[in-house]
């Protein structure tokens, strides 16, 4: 979105902008001039719901809003019924029929045709059905037509609900209700009647509710008692019949006494295996597997102590038989050496007594042995005891089983007995400190209300102005036309050249205005834009040598592209440069005082035939024949590029005033014999579907050098778009 285009949308809209709320602001003014003025009346009524101090000491402390809310919003809802509001309409119109003179409102005509008896009757109706507290509905039209009273009194349902506001405020524990009107007698009426009327009727319709809900609990908790009470009485005699006194504290204690008996059993066995092994150990000893302990080594130690005295006895006896050989001598004292040490070892291997220690052995044994008969016969004990108390405890099982189905459904009775009493007390204690309503602050008649005349004037204003705006918004997002070259450029069509700015139609003459002297504005902004134009042209010219074709065309006509090509012909002939202009609107164009010799009837048709042409010193035109349809149907292709490349010879720059693209018969064949191309396009119009085609084709023309934006408005001229 081009910000600068909108706001010079806004500008230009800017007396509309200004017009359009300032007559708003006036008419609001003389329609709100002589509002009345309006009062306002206000009830707070409290629930109690949130109110802690309204609250008892048993009740949960923790409140659930989401139930409080809807509690609330449900006291709202029944507020606004059809009952309660029927009740008030009734209240109101009959304040006024028996008040008169006091009466909040002027009568209606339709009150006012009613007699005195009349009068009376619609009183009684209305009285009667205030007492039975019905509601009215537009069937309610009799022979009175009470309903079209009442609205007539501007006193019926949706009226009412109009200037009424019920609410509450914020998360408190009151209830506002507001009424606005132009009596502050009526506003306090209309709130205290509504506050009063729906306590009465919410209280008369809760305490009935709870009433019954009381009914229907004490008769059901009668039924539970009795419920309970039969279970009760069956467990009892079963337990009776039965010998049952604690079933339970008695299977407990048989069953801890089996469990020590096992205990004592499993002790007992530990003992006797533990005996037993140690029994065997010992008998493995005495018998011999390990008698170095019992003196079993001691025999062998003595036999070799024993034979060594016997050999230091015949060697002594040898030593004396021999004469006291010394060699019988270290005989000798040899195996004396040797009885010594064995002395010594067997001194060193038996410090005890082997027979004490045997002893003490036998002793040990003896004693395990007693030990294990000890257990071996406490077995048995424990054994029978342990049948005896198993016994005792199969025999309770049945009796259990039977005790605990009895108790199920005692206790589940009496649970049911419990709940019920639970309800009926709660219901009694909701009954009591349940929900009240009261009016915590009664509605009084107050001073008038602010004046609303500003805020209407205002919003009046504001609405407008805004109205305005976003229609020009509006027309700006819904307007594609092109007024610039940046907008031509964002089309993304091609090279834009530049533009030319807007040329009234009397000044159309490229003498009149390149003969100016400075004078006009719009002519000097021209000239140096086509001065801009000519050096863009001559440049792309330049860059293919023997360039000198140059065809103008749009994609439709009276886009101004036939004054372009002329202004551009003087443009390059101020330059000094010989100028053929091929166009077909120069018949009847008057030479200027200074172009005596102009040859003005020359026509391009003839020229293709004579192969002649009159050239004149600055611009020489050829007229295009109107009857010709097609350049190739007056010479042949070889004819045409022939006469083409004969004009290039005699004149620095050709330029041809091509058809619109919408005659593409003709533009195809013409742009076919030019070097170069340009496109005019002409600014405050748009590209529509049917345009697109044209335009692609132009845009991949060979040799297309871009597109000039024509009637361009000077204030638009600012907004370049990239070369």
């Known amino acids: 979105m081009d910000l600068k285009v909108f706001l010079r949308l806004l500008l230009r809209y800017?007396?509309?902008?200004?017009?359009?709320?300032?007559?708003?602001?006036?008419?609001?003014?003389?329609?709100?001039?002589?509002?009345?003025?309006?009062?306002?009346?206000?009830?707070?009524?409290?629930?109690?719901l949130v109110d802690q101090s309204r609250q008892v000491a048993s009740e949960n402390q923790n409140t659930d809003f989401f139930k409080v809310n809807q509690q609330f919003s449900n006291i709202m809802?029944?507020?606004?019924?059809?009952?309660?509001?029927?009740?008030?309409?009734?209240?109101?119109?009959?304040?006024?029929?028996?008040?008169?003179?006091?009466?909040?409102?002027?009568?209606?005509?339709?009150?006012?045709k009613l007699n005195a008896?009349?009068?009376?009757?619609?009183?009684?109706?209305?009285?009667?059905?205030?007492?039975?507290?019905?509601?009215?509905?537009?069937?309610?039209?009799?022979?009175?037509?009470?309903?079209d009273l009442l609205v007539s009194m501007g006193y019926d349902e949706i009226s009412l609900n109009k200037k009424l506001s019920i609410y509450r405020?914020?998360?408190?524990?009151?209830?506002?209700?507001?009424?606005?009107?132009?009596?502050?007698?009526?506003?306090?009426?209309?709130?205290?009647?509504?506050?009063?009327?729906?306590?009465?009727?919410?209280?008369?319709?809760?305490?009935?509710?709870?009433?019954?809900?009381?009914?229907?609990?004490?008769?059901?908790?009668?039924?539970k008692e009795m419920a309970m009470n039969s279970k009760n009485s069956e467990l009892k005699n079963y337990k009776i019949n039965n010998g049952v006194l604690n079933l339970d504290k008695q299977s407990e204690i048989i069953y801890k006494q089996i469990t020590d008996y096992e205990e004592r059993k499993s002790q007992a066995l530990r003992e006797i295996q533990s005996n037993q092994g140690a029994i065997a150990n010992l008998n493995r000893k005495l018998n011999g597997t390990d008698q170095k302990y019992l003196g079993g080594g001691l025999v062998k130690e003595n036999t070799n102590i024993v034979a060594l005295n016997n050999q230091i006895k015949i060697a002594s006896n040898n030593y004396i038989d021999n004469g006291f050989k010394p060699s019988d001598q270290r005989k000798v004292d040899s195996l004396q050496t040797l009885l010594?040490?064995?002395?010594?070892?067997?001194?060193?291997?038996?410090?005890?007594?082997?027979?004490?220690?045997?002893?003490?052995?036998?002793?040990?044994?003896?004693?395990?042995?007693?030990a294990v008969s000890l257990a071996q016969n406490s077995l048995r004990s424990i054994d029978a005891e342990l049948n005896q108390l198993k016994a005792k405890y199969n025999t309770m099982v049945p009796f259990d089983a039977g005790v605990q189905n009895f108790e199920r459904d005692a206790d589940v009775a009496t649970k049911e007995y419990m709940d019920a009493l639970n309800r009926y007390n709660q219901s009694n204690v909701e009954k009591s400190i349940g929900?009240?309503?009261?009016?915590?602050?009664?509605?009084?008649?107050?001073?008038?209300?602010?004046?609303?005349?500003?805020?209407?004037?205002?919003?009046?204003?504001?609405?407008?102005?805004?109205?305005c705006l976003l229609i020009i918004f509006s027309m700006f997002l819904l307007d594609h036309t092109i007024n610039n070259t940046k907008q031509l450029s964002g089309l993304n069509i091609g090279r834009v050249l530049g533009n030319i700015n807007f040329i009234e139609e009397k000044d159309k003459d490229p003498r009149v205005i390149w003969g100016?002297?400075?004078?006009?504005?719009?002519?000097?902004?021209?000239?140096?834009?086509?001065?801009?134009?000519?050096?863009?042209?001559?440049?792309?010219?330049?860059?293919?040598?023997?360039?000198?074709?140059?065809?103008?065309?749009?994609?439709?006509?009276?886009?101004?592209?036939?004054?372009?090509?002329?202004?551009?012909?003087?443009?390059?002939?101020?330059?000094?440069?010989?100028?053929?202009?091929?166009?077909?609107?120069?018949?009847?164009?008057?030479?200027?005082e200074n172009e005596k010799s102009l040859v003005t009837s020359q026509y391009f048709e003839n020229f293709l035939v004579k192969k002649e042409i009159k050239t004149e010193d600055l611009i020489t035109f050829l007229n295009k024949s109107s009857t010709s349809n097609s350049l190739l149907e007056i010479q042949s292709s070889s004819v045409l590029k022939a006469g083409f490349d004969y004009l290039k010879e005699k004149f620095d720059l050709i330029l041809i005033d091509v058809d619109s693209l919408r005659s593409v018969n003709k533009a195809?064949?013409?742009?076919?014999?030019?070097?170069?191309?340009?496109?005019?396009?002409?600014?405050?119009?748009?590209?529509?579907?049917?345009?697109?085609?044209?335009?692609?084709?132009?845009?991949?023309?060979?040799?297309?050098?871009?597109?000039?934006?024509?009637?361009?408005?000077?204030?638009e001229l600012n907004e370049k778009a990239p070369l």
């Open 516 to 592: 100016d002297n400075d004078k006009v504005t719009d002519f000097i902004v021209f000239k140096d834009l086509m001065r801009s134009l000519r050096f863009e042209i001559s440049k792309t010219l330049d860059l293919d040598s023997g360039s000198k074709i140059l065809g103008v065309t749009s994609v439709k006509s009276g886009e101004g592209k036939t004054f372009f090509t002329s202004a551009l012909a003087y443009a390059f002939a101020m330059t000094g440069k010989k100028i053929l202009l091929i166009g077909d609107d120069y018949t009847n164009r008057q030479p200027a």
């Open 435 to 467: 929900l009240k309503l009261q009016v915590a602050q009664m509605g009084l008649p107050g001073p008038p209300e602010p004046s609303k005349k500003l805020i209407y004037m205002a919003l009046s204003g504001i609405s407008s102005f805004s109205f």
């Open 668 to 715: 195809k064949e013409w742009l076919s014999f030019t070097d170069h191309s340009i496109a005019i396009f002409e600014a405050g119009s748009e590209i529509n579907e049917n345009d697109k085609e044209f335009v692609n084709y132009i845009r991949n023309h060979e040799g297309f050098a871009g597109w000039v934006l024509n009637k361009v408005k000077i204030k």
């Open 340 to 370: 010594t040490k064995q002395m010594q070892k067997s001194s060193d291997d038996n410090i005890t007594d082997p027979v004490a220690t045997k002893q003490s052995l036998i002793q040990q044994k003896n004693s395990m042995e007693i």
């Open 77 to 112: 809802e029944m507020m606004k019924m059809k009952k309660t509001m029927s009740t008030l309409s009734y209240s109101l119109i009959l304040h006024d029929l028996l008040s008169a003179p006091e009466s909040f409102k002027q009568y209606s005509e339709e009150i006012k």
């Open 14 to 48: 800017k007396w509309v902008l200004i017009l359009v709320p300032l007559v708003a602001l006036l008419l609001t003014f003389f329609l709100v001039k002589n509002l009345p003025k309006e009062y306002k009346s206000q009830v707070q009524m409290s629930t109690g």
């Open 169 to 223: 405020i914020d998360n408190s524990d009151f209830i506002n209700i507001e009424y606005t009107s132009e009596n502050p007698l009526l506003s306090a009426f209309v709130v205290n009647t509504l506050s009063g009327e729906f306590i009465n009727t919410y209280s008369a319709n809760v305490s009935s509710n709870q009433n019954k809900s009381i009914s229907v609990l004490d008769s059901l908790v009668k039924k």
């Open 117 to 147: 008896t009349d009068l009376q009757n619609v009183i009684s109706l209305y009285s009667d059905k205030l007492f039975k507290k019905e509601v009215i509905t537009t069937v309610d039209s009799g022979k009175y037509k009470l309903y």
